[in-house]
């Protein structure tokens, strides 16, 4: 018998928006504040979505389509799904009650 795996990201989706925030501000998850270069707040908020021929320096002037365009892909489009890892399907129900609780902050019990 044949047995399907779902499919999943090798990261979490909000990890984006988390980096973002943090390559901005400096502002680190554990608390502590980076000595590395920010990102100017138009990197993401302007230039997201833009094609990298229209503000990129070279070479990621060269890259086609946005940074949106190619953060999807990898963390897996239907388009692209060798960047899709697979998962067992009852870890994959354990990931999403996990994700549940913590969305809506409520205790193990």
Known sequence: MLTTFPADHPIER?????????????NMPG???TNLPLAPVEVFSVNWV????????????GLKGSMNDRVWTV??????PTHLATVE???D?????????????????
Request: glycine share 8%.
């Open 14 to 26: 909000q990890t984006i928006s988390h980096f973002a925030e943090a390559f901005m501000s400096g």
């Open 31 to 33: 608390g502590g504040k």
């Open 50 to 61: 833009r094609n990298y021929s229209e503000w990129a320096p070279h070479p990621q002037k």
């Open 75 to 80: 963390l897996g489009s239907t388009d692209d």
């Open 89 to 91: 399907r009852r870890l």
């Open 93 to 109: 129900f354990m990931k999403s009650r996990v994700s549940t609780w913590f969305q809506h902050n409520l205790r193990w019990h």
